[in-house]
Protein backbone atom coordinates (compact mmCIF):
# COMPACT_ATOMS: atom_id res chain seq x y z
CA UNK A 1 0.00 0.00 0.00
CA UNK A 2 2.52 2.20 1.20
CA UNK A 3 4.71 1.75 -2.32
CA UNK A 4 1.51 2.66 -4.15
CA UNK A 5 0.87 6.20 -2.80
CA UNK A 6 4.86 6.76 -3.36
CA UNK A 7 4.51 5.49 -7.19
CA UNK A 8 1.48 7.70 -7.46
CA UNK A 9 3.46 10.74 -5.73
CA UNK A 10 6.28 10.38 -7.35
CA UNK A 11 4.28 9.77 -11.06
CA UNK A 12 2.01 12.88 -10.37
CA UNK A 13 5.39 14.68 -9.42
CA UNK A 14 7.22 13.82 -12.36
CA UNK A 15 3.98 14.99 -14.93
CA UNK A 16 2.96 17.92 -13.33
CA UNK A 17 6.72 19.57 -13.51
CA UNK A 18 7.17 20.63 -16.98
CA UNK A 19 3.77 23.01 -16.47
CA UNK A 20 5.69 24.70 -13.74
CA UNK A 21 7.09 27.70 -15.74
CA UNK A 22 11.02 27.93 -15.70
CA UNK A 23 10.94 31.82 -16.47
CA UNK A 24 9.22 34.66 -14.08
CA UNK A 25 5.35 35.79 -15.63
CA UNK A 26 6.65 39.21 -16.23
CA UNK A 27 9.25 38.24 -18.51
CA UNK A 28 6.80 36.33 -20.68
CA UNK A 29 4.58 38.96 -20.83
CA UNK A 30 6.48 41.78 -21.54
CA UNK A 31 7.71 42.88 -25.30
CA UNK A 32 10.49 45.65 -25.80
CA UNK A 33 8.29 47.30 -27.93
CA UNK A 34 5.46 47.79 -25.67
CA UNK A 35 4.56 51.41 -25.04
CA UNK A 36 2.24 53.60 -23.24
CA UNK A 37 0.38 56.07 -25.06
CA UNK A 38 -0.79 59.42 -22.94
CA UNK A 39 -3.54 61.64 -24.09
CA UNK A 40 -2.51 65.27 -23.04
CA UNK A 41 -4.74 66.70 -25.83
CA UNK A 42 -8.39 68.72 -24.80
CA UNK A 43 -9.52 65.55 -27.20
CA UNK A 44 -10.31 61.99 -27.03
CA UNK A 45 -7.77 59.42 -29.14
CA UNK A 46 -10.68 57.67 -30.67
CA UNK A 47 -8.21 55.69 -32.67
CA UNK A 48 -4.90 54.54 -32.85
CA UNK A 49 -2.73 52.58 -35.47
CA UNK A 50 0.70 51.01 -35.00
CA UNK A 51 2.13 50.11 -38.84
CA UNK A 52 5.60 48.99 -39.57
CA UNK A 53 7.77 51.98 -40.89
CA UNK A 54 7.91 50.10 -44.17
CA UNK A 55 4.23 49.31 -44.67
CA UNK A 56 1.83 51.51 -46.73
CA UNK A 57 -0.93 49.98 -44.71
CA UNK A 58 -2.18 50.96 -40.93
CA UNK A 59 -4.05 47.77 -40.28
CA UNK A 60 -7.04 47.78 -37.86
CA UNK A 61 -7.80 50.57 -34.97
CA UNK A 62 -5.92 48.96 -32.07
CA UNK A 63 -7.69 50.44 -28.71
CA UNK A 64 -10.23 48.86 -27.20
CA UNK A 65 -11.88 51.91 -25.92
CA UNK A 66 -11.19 55.70 -26.29
CA UNK A 67 -8.47 57.54 -24.44
CA UNK A 68 -9.89 60.69 -22.41
CA UNK A 69 -7.20 63.73 -21.41
CA UNK A 70 -5.34 62.91 -19.20
CA UNK A 71 -5.23 59.30 -19.31
CA UNK A 72 -3.20 56.37 -21.09
CA UNK A 73 -3.25 53.23 -22.68
CA UNK A 74 -0.72 50.41 -22.69
CA UNK A 75 -0.35 48.71 -26.28
CA UNK A 76 1.23 45.52 -26.41
CA UNK A 77 2.67 43.34 -29.34
CA UNK A 78 1.48 39.81 -30.02
CA UNK A 79 4.07 38.50 -32.56
CA UNK A 80 7.60 37.48 -32.55
CA UNK A 81 9.01 40.38 -34.82
CA UNK A 82 12.27 41.42 -34.05
CA UNK A 83 11.51 44.84 -35.63
CA UNK A 84 11.73 48.13 -33.83
CA UNK A 85 10.92 50.68 -36.30
CA UNK A 86 7.11 51.80 -36.61
CA UNK A 87 4.38 54.27 -37.63
CA UNK A 88 2.35 55.27 -35.01
CA UNK A 89 -1.09 57.93 -35.77
CA UNK A 90 -3.54 59.12 -33.16
CA UNK A 91 -6.62 59.90 -34.50
CA UNK A 92 -9.31 62.56 -32.10
CA UNK A 93 -12.75 62.92 -31.52
CA UNK A 94 -12.97 65.83 -34.20
CA UNK A 95 -11.07 63.77 -36.78
CA UNK A 96 -7.85 65.73 -36.41
CA UNK A 97 -4.39 63.20 -35.85
CA UNK A 98 -1.11 63.15 -34.86
CA UNK A 99 1.30 60.82 -36.91
CA UNK A 100 4.45 60.13 -35.63
CA UNK A 101 6.91 58.09 -38.28
CA UNK A 102 10.00 56.09 -37.59
CA UNK A 103 9.33 55.68 -34.10
CA UNK A 104 11.74 53.49 -32.52
CA UNK A 105 9.92 51.49 -29.94
CA UNK A 106 12.46 48.76 -28.94
CA UNK A 107 14.22 52.42 -27.12
CA UNK A 108 10.75 53.90 -26.08
CA UNK A 109 8.61 53.49 -23.01
CA UNK A 110 6.05 56.36 -23.82
CA UNK A 111 4.57 58.90 -26.75
CA UNK A 112 2.70 61.24 -25.06
CA UNK A 113 0.51 63.43 -27.35
CA UNK A 114 -0.69 66.84 -27.32
CA UNK A 115 -2.57 67.61 -30.36
CA UNK A 116 -2.27 70.63 -32.33
CA UNK A 117 -1.19 68.64 -35.56
CA UNK A 118 2.41 66.80 -35.04
CA UNK A 119 2.76 67.69 -31.05
CA UNK A 120 4.23 64.76 -29.23
CA UNK A 121 6.33 63.62 -27.22
CA UNK A 122 8.49 60.17 -27.08
CA UNK A 123 10.18 58.95 -23.69
Known amino acids: MFSKVVRNTVL ?5 FPIVPLTSQNALANDIRDFLV ?28 DIVNGSFDMITFGNSSNQCTYDVKAIYSDGTYDLMRQANLC ?17
Do not use: C
Not at 38 to 63: D, F, H, M, P
Open 12 to 16: VTTLA
Open 107 to 123: STYGITFYGHRGDYQEY
Open 38 to 65: YNNNELEITQLYVSSAKSRYWGNNILNS
